[in-house]
């Protein structure tokens, strides 16, 4: 080989290796065997050995990637989390009519709450509120909370345009959500539903709970 191939060849070499603990796909596929290992035995009954053989890396490797269980769980957490609400947000920011807004972003969130993988990392999340509090409360802040605000924004741009008329836009923010997955999600979590419901069923839902939303706060007429 060529000093110049081997210069390429290490070039390379530098541009595809990473630092320690910054691997993305090093650290997907630990989060992946974590993510199959709590969902099977829960918080507590998990150890770091169970996760290191489901996920194939040896327990030096997870110990670069993680500090230890609740530094891993925690991280799996907002991995799950960021899945959940990615993409919300820019469904609130389109140029559609409101009532498509509404009931796109609430058809995309009854859909991915009620979907198998959510449903099984919210069990998980909801076992460990006595003994990671603080972390729960993070879960809801980075992820519910800031897309409650985002559609709350939304509804006090629509007051101040004249086309709402709503007393208290955080309630009516709420009211949205519970509206969207009336009848659903909180079925789902208590497995009342042990499916997801259909594509038509979430739209059923989403779109009489737009519908009625909208027709109690429609402005009052002169």
């Known amino acids: 080989m060529s000093d110049q191939a081997d210069k390429t060849s290490d070039c390379c070499m530098r541009r595809t ?7 993305p796909a090093k650290r997907d596929q630990i989060l992946d065997g974590a993510y199959r290992v709590f969902f099977d035995k829960g918080f ?24 230890d269980k609740t530094d891993l769980f925690e991280a ?44 099984s990392a919210q069990r ?23 897309s409650h605000n985002r559609l709350r ?6 007051i101040a345009a004249g086309r709402l008329q709503l007393e208290d836009t955080e309630l009516a923010s709420y009211q949205i959500i519970e509206l969207s997955t009336a009848g659903l999600w909180r079925q789902r979590i208590f497995n009342k539903r042990p499916t997801p419901p259909s594509p ?7 779109r009489s709970g737009v519908d009625m939303f909208l027709a109690a706060s429609a402005p009052s007429e002169a």
């Open 76 to 119: 799996l957490v907002g991995r799950e989390r960021d899945r959940l609400f990615t993409g919300l947000d820019a469904l609130l920011e389109s140029d559609r009519p409101l009532r498509d807004k509404l009931i796109a972003y609430g058809t995309a969130l009854a859909t991915a709450l009620c979907s198998e993988r959510v449903i």
């Open 17 to 23: 290796r990473h630092a320690a603990g910054t691997d």
């Open 200 to 206: 038509e069923e979430i739209d059923r839902v989403v």
């Open 153 to 158: 924004q939304l509804l006090e741009q629509e």
């Open 124 to 146: 998980i999340v909801i076992g460990t509120i006595e003994k990671l509090p603080d972390m729960v409360r993070r879960f809801y802040d980075a992820g519910a909370q800031k």
């Open 44 to 67: 507590d009954a998990t150890s770091m050995n169970d996760v290191c053989k489901t996920a194939g890396v040896s327990k030096g490797t997870i110990y670069v990637y993680f500090a």
